[in-house]
């Protein structure tokens, strides 16, 4: 049975990518040697590197002036760097969820955060939108995607001071006006590779201003100074994000994908919104995500979560438990995941109504 793969990371890729990244493990540039023995200095590794920076960079319209990075580390990671190397006196964080509170709390590490609002109160599920960004704050940061609760903030915010987003759910989803951020950071393993490997795409001129002394590998001017190879980058991950991003090249770029990732995500909420068994976890429509669909069980069909959950996995659908946070189910629907996927999960949501409504 086809399987329809809905988890929400590590998560779906494309075919493409399994493809090339299965060659080049046997054999990787006509070098005899896999991809996976071979010094991250060869050429050929070298070459990989460098057409995952420029293809990134052409794909998301990065302005002169940034670098794109290759990490280790996860988002998370960031969560710490953003404020080593960023905060003087004050951040500004809009608190969207539980990655965003992970976040608060490490820059609280390195000086004053100010939450300019948070949507606790309703289990995340709203994005705030009466907030005033302290003007005397050194960055603001926000979550785009908030990968557990099913909201996403698809506007690149005009702010007077410099913004900074984890954008680890929705990198590549949309396009983005990037000159609008300074720092833009992500775990790859939702959107882009498997995991192992953090993009971080930084404006160059927004560092040496904090006076603190920053440990080599946590200083992104390390990694700005040796293009990502100070270290030994996540060499498989690297050349599987080529892969990806040679893919969303080849399939008109993060114009095409918005169009159809609007496409699915709107398939997917007309079913929800009409099946009388399921309702939205998220009421405003323009807060919805595109990439992570929340849902439970509508009122009076409650008892039924574990039978549809039953239900859908006999049907190949994998990965759609909603976070333990929310409840209910969860379906990921990222760039790499086809429509065919999704109406199959429609399908079998219209089935369980046959059988229960
Ligand atoms: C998954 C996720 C993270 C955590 O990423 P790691 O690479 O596991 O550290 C952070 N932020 C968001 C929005 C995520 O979806």
């Known amino acids: 049975m086809k399987k329809h793969n809905f988890y929400a990371g590590p998560s779906i890729l494309p075919q493409f990518t399994l493809d090339e990244t299965v060659k080049a493990i046997k054999d990787f540039a006509g070098t005899g040697l896999s991809v996976m023995e071979i010094s991250h200095r060869s050429k050929e590794f070298?070459?990989?590197?460098?057409?995952?920076?420029?293809?990134?960079?052409?794909?998301?319209?990065?302005?002169?002036?940034?670098?794109?990075?290759?990490?280790?580390?996860?988002?998370?990671?960031?969560?710490?760097?953003?404020?080593?190397?960023?905060?003087?006196?004050?951040?500004?964080?809009?608190?969207?969820?539980?990655?965003?509170?992970?976040?608060?709390?490490?820059?609280k590490f390195?000086?004053?955060?100010?939450?300019?609002?948070?949507?606790?109160?309703?289990?995340?599920?709203?994005?705030?939108?009466?907030?005033?960004?302290?003007?005397?704050?050194?960055?603001?940061?926000?979550?785009?995607?908030?990968?557990?609760?099913?909201?996403?903030i698809r506007e690149d915010f005009d702010v007077d001071i410099p913004l900074v987003a984890d954008m680890s759910s929705d990198i590549f989803s949309r396009p983005v006006d990037v000159s609008k951020y300074v720092l833009i950071y992500g775990g790859a393993q939702k959107n882009l590779a498997p995991a192992g490997v953090t993009f971080?795409?930084?404006?160059?001129?927004?560092?040496?201003?904090v006076d603190r002394p920053i440990p080599t590998m946590l200083n992104y001017q390390t990694h700005i100074d040796k293009g990502s190879m100070f270290n030994t980058?996540?060499?498989?991950?690297?050349?599987?994000?080529?892969?990806?991003?040679?893919?969303?090249?080849?399939?008109?770029?993060?114009?095409?994908?918005?169009?159809?990732?609007?496409?699915?995500?709107?398939?997917?909420?007309?079913?929800?919104?009409?099946n009388p068994l399921f309702k939205g976890t998220v009421p405003n429509k323009e807060d919805r995500s595109l990439m992570n669909i929340c849902f439970v069980m509508n009122d009076g069909y409650e008892s039924l979560e574990k039978e549809f959950l039953e239900f859908a996995t006999s049907k190949g659908m994998i990965g759609i438990k909603g976070h333990r946070s929310v409840g209910g189910f969860r379906a990921s629907t990222y760039n790499a995941l086809p429509v065919e996927s999704?109406?199959?999960?429609?399908?079998?949501m219209q089935e369980f109504e046959k059988m229960k409504a």
Do not use: C
């Open 46 to 107: 070298v070459a990989v590197m460098d057409e995952a920076i420029a293809l990134f960079k052409s794909l998301l319209k990065i302005p002169e002036g940034y670098s794109v990075l290759f990490l280790g580390g996860g988002a998370s990671t960031q969560f710490a760097m953003v404020p080593y190397n960023l905060l003087k006196t004050k951040a500004a964080y809009l608190n969207t969820g539980a990655w965003s509170k992970k976040a608060i709390k490490e820059a």
């Open 110 to 152: 390195f000086g004053e955060v100010d939450v300019v609002a948070s949507s606790e109160d309703a289990t995340f599920n709203y994005i705030p939108k009466d907030f005033k960004v302290p003007a005397d704050a050194d960055y603001f940061h926000i979550t785009t995607n908030n990968t557990i609760y099913g909201t996403e």
């Open 200 to 209: 971080v795409i930084i404006r160059d001129d927004i560092l040496g201003k």
């Open 233 to 274: 980058p996540p060499v498989l991950p690297v050349f599987a994000a080529l892969q990806t991003l040679k893919w969303l090249d080849n399939n008109g770029g993060v114009e095409a994908m918005e169009k159809v990732n609007k496409h699915k995500a709107g398939l997917l909420y007309d079913e929800i919104d009409r």
């Open 342 to 348: 999704v109406q199959a999960l429609i399908d079998t």
